[in-house]
T-cell receptor, first 114, second 116 residues
Framework: AQSVTQLGSHVSVSEGALVLLRCNYS??????LFWYVQYPNQGLQLLLK??????LVKGINGFEAEFKKSETSFHLTKPSAHMSDAAEYFC????????????FGQGTELSVKP | DAGVIQSPRHEVTEMGQEVTLRCKPI?????LFWYRQTMMRGLELLIY????????DSGMPEDRFSAKMPNASFSTLKIQPSEPRDSAVYFC??????????????FGAGSRLTVL
């Protein structure tokens, strides 16, 4: 069965500092992996996706993630945090031929201090 | 495209009442998903459809919940009777075949349900 574990339910960084949000997955087949962002009282917006092409994936707003099969990880990074990055971030996994059915991690709330 | 449209955005009702949440997916998308978000359980998949046919409803909590998709442009999630523990944000999402071969979900803004 697929599963996703996000390490740290809350991460706090200073503005301009590196953002690192951790995600580990479990899947019996090569997965598709996603990061979504949710701003308060809004729906989920796709940040980036891994679909078995390049292992380093670039997304919107300066975020990127690297797929590491040996570590079953898909950590999200951004070199320099901005106040507008404060939100909840969800890592998710899906499998081929399921229409994109996503299994989500528990989410990580990112706070950015001025 | 206007994206995935959900209504109502907010619903407050009393225990025992029937609640109907509505969703219009993105035109051309052939998959539709209903998720529920709570603080305790996070984002849970309730049910999903392919070409209007329910594929997996194993996440539907109990018989009080039902979902339909009468056509490609409309779906409903109904709770009857509602209970306070049903209070949550309910998201609808749709997907179609992407250029990478992977379906990517696009989410609606959600319907926030409060059952008193």
């Amino acid at each position: 069965a697929q599963s996703v574990t996000q390490l740290g339910s809350h991460v706090s960084v200073s503005e301009g500092a590196l953002v690192l949000l951790r995600c580990n997955y479990s899947s019996s087949v090569p997965p598709y992996l996603f990061w979504y962002v949710q701003y308060p009282n809004q729906g989920l917006q796709l940040l980036l996706k891994y679909t078995s092409a390049a292992t380093l994936v670039k997304g919107i707003n300066g975020f990127e993630a690297e797929f590491k099969k040996s570590e079953t990880s898909f950590h999200l990074t951004k070199p320099s945090a901005h106040m507008s990055d404060a939100a909840e971030y969800f890592c998710a996994v899906s499998e081929y031929n399921q229409g994109g059915k996503l299994i989500f991690g528990q989410g990580t709330e990112l706070s950015v201090k001025p | 495209d206007a994206g995935v449209i959900q209504s109502p955005r907010h619903e407050v009702t009393e225990m025992g009442q029937e609640v109907t949440l509505r969703c219009k997916p993105i035109s051309g998308h052939d998959y539709l998903f209903w998720y529920r978000q709570t603080m305790m359980r996070g984002l849970e998949l309730l049910i999903y459809f392919n070409n209007n046919v329910p594929i997996d409803d194993s996440g539907m909590p109990e018989d009080r919940f039902s979902a339909k998709m009468p056509n490609a442009s409309f779906s409903t999630l109904k709770i009857q009777p509602s209970e306070p523990r049903d209070s949550a944000v309910y998201f609808c999402a749709s997907s179609g075949q992407g250029s990478s071969g992977a379906n990517v979900l696009t989410f609606g803004a959600g319907s926030r349900l409060t059952v008193l």
